[in-house]
């Protein structure tokens, strides 16, 4: 039996805590939670001893006596970007197996920290990159391994974020980039993970431009949007389409609403406030250590959500279009159904082929029951595909998005061995 402690209780740690006090309680018993708020933290509590289940509860201020007192096995980090550092090498140098959720940090200095620290005591931390699990992006990843294309030179990769997914990144902490990394980072690094995997290679350099294009005070003028508030709560004006009612969703309610006295923190900041520092739209060059260029487009007020890319490779090219559903993290009721694939690869001097789209099913797109199970399951899980990501992988794609922001703010391009001289991580993708 397995003692497991989840630090962060935010929206996305229900996830990893009904995993284990339901289907895999067998071999796991949750014995602690922890977070900065308590108010979260009592309802974190409260929602646990419903599946009768009790674990005892550790304010941030005493997360290393949480350490100390339970000793547990597995230390699940789901708090804020800014802060995984601090518990990933405190848990590690306890002895902990660490699992933390993606990006494995917001930031450069606090990516060096993490890896130096779990260099020193030898452990492996592995990070919830769970795209790599849908059996869609599997499929991609089977065909190109196969050689079905030969060697892939170019890639083209939009990623669209609409109104609904999109706008929230701009009302929470990661409108900050000091908290997030900005969607470079915070979003992004799904997508790198993804390309980094796809074609087992890490990058060389990076070039891109960026800006705040929607999310801003001149739109909101010229949508219409007068009196606004600094928060959707306060706000006065009568035609924002972006009002976010934290108190029509119970668990947006319960998570944030009701303890916003404890902290100060507004889960409804307004999507066109001026202190906004992240970009809405990224387009970006980047070149991996075998010759593939990737172009790279993300942008957060698409009218659709989902992606397109192209791998162009010797022998023929392989596409794909996935329409996506809208969340608002936290709110299970966003989720829109609909969600579709398009997969087809062409051959020179063949038809265009449509392949068959795997069967799918839970969130990310099928991604997240499987990743519990590689995570928690003791059956020897098969990983043919190595879609297990480890901190090394998963700092690739976190300086490729250091690396797109260093490029948008000095205007030229990066290099990745100039970021990462003094870090000491693999570069051969085709081990992790």
Known sequence: MKKCAIVGVGGRH????????????????????CDSNPGRLRYAEQSLKKSNVSVTCYLEKDFHKLLRVEKPDILIVTSPDYTHHKYIIAGAKKGCQIISEKPITSSLVYLKKIVTELNKVQTIATIT??????????QVKELL??????????????????????????RRWHRYKRNSGGLAVHKATHHFDLINWWIADTPVSAYATGDNHY??????????????GQRCKTCLSENCSFRLKLEAVDNLQKLYSDNEHYDGYHRDQCVFDGSIEIEDMIRAE????????????LVAFSPWEGYEITFIGTEGTLSQKYLERSVING?????????????SLLIPGKATERIKNPSSAGGHGGADPLMLNHIFADDGFPDPLQRKSNHFSAAWSAITGF??????????????????????????????
């Open 14 to 33: 229900k996830m990893f805590r009904e995993s284990l006090v339901k289907k895999y309680a067998v071999n796991h018993r949750l014995v602690a939670i």
């Open 331 to 343: 709110d299970d009721s966003s989720l829109r159904e609909g969600s579709n694939v398009q997969t």
């Open 145 to 170: 391994m196969s050689g079905t294309i030969g060697t892939v030179k170019a890639i083209t990769f939009d990623w669209h974020l609409d109104r609904v997914h999109g706008a929230d990144y701009f």
């Open 215 to 228: 999310y801003n005070p001149i739109n909101a003028k010229r949508l219409g949007i007068d009196n606004r």
């Open 403 to 432: 690396a797109i922001n260093r490029s948008m703010e000095k205007g030229k391009v990066v290099l990745i061995k100039d970021l990462i001289k003094d870090l000491a991580i693999p570069n051969d993708l085709r081990l992790n």
């Open 286 to 297: 980047v070149r991996y250590s075998r010759g593939a260029v990737l172009n790279y487009g």
């Open 129 to 138: 990159h769970n795209y790599r699990y849908s059996p869609y992006r599997s």
